[in-house]
């Protein structure tokens, strides 16, 4: 019996989309395309973009996505254009609309998509002390390469604020995103829904991929690459310093009647579709089993 880990969770590519330059009400590249003209002397029309992306239309965005299980990353940067910190406030609107566009990111965003910070303002590089432009003049979208690499504190404590921002408003980060400038509206939104209803075509039962964020895609690649797994007759042992959900097995070389989990047994799956987490599937000669380890430590016991 040869017992391997599968590469992806429950044998299914995982999806997953990065959505970058967003933040609390704030059109960024309003801002951006005005500051950014006095810099470089171009004549970007930032007059005729919008100044807010309102919360309704995040909202439906929201919505759309956990209908359709759609997951990836959510970019909130933590102080827009330097207008002003999430965690203190943005003088463009009321408390209670930063609230409520905060609460309906927390309950609505996060269940979907990771956040990740994008660096402090999207726009100019800011003293911490202040929160005021440098000096130098210099962006994070066209500077962040040049930032003094002698002092590493000055990156690690730009980095730590932008992720402390975030915290403060209860969107704890998965991770960050270094700074870049996309130009999207509602044109993206409507050709995103037509990729996805694409790949629903071409995988209608869900059988070949899932939707995933990216710190699920990187909590099961840990998982793998730090287990340790023995073979003994039917018995498998293992060690899992990572422990995560749908933790899936790839079984062949022997018949499979059933299998157990630290004495529980796993459900038998009739199909690839109905294969699920606290299940097993036999595809052919090769049977799957999906499981949440409840310890370090796991016997998984294969029946014949």
Known sequence: MHVEIARHALDRVPLSVIFDDSTMLVNLNYFFM??????DGQNR????VPVVHPESFVREFAEWSLEQGVKGKFSVVPCPAGLGRLDEGLPLFSKAQQESWLKMCREMITPSYDITPEMITHTHVVDLDTFKPLESGIWEQYDWNHLPTD???????YIATACQILHNVGLTPEGVTSPGQHNEDRRGFDAFKTVVSRLVERDPNGERTRWRKCSEIANHAMAREMAELSVTDSTITLDLPVRVPEFTLRVTGAPVRGV???GQPLTSAPTRAAFE?????????VTFAAFAPGSR???VEILH
């Open 45 to 48: 029309r930032w007059q005729d």
């Open 260 to 262: 157990a989990v630290d």
């Open 297 to 299: 430590h796991s016997t």
């Open 34 to 39: 005005r500051d950014r003209n006095l810099v």
């Open 151 to 157: 002092r590493e504190e000055l990156i690690t404590d």
């Open 277 to 285: 987490d606290n299940s097993f599937y036999r595809d052919g000669d």
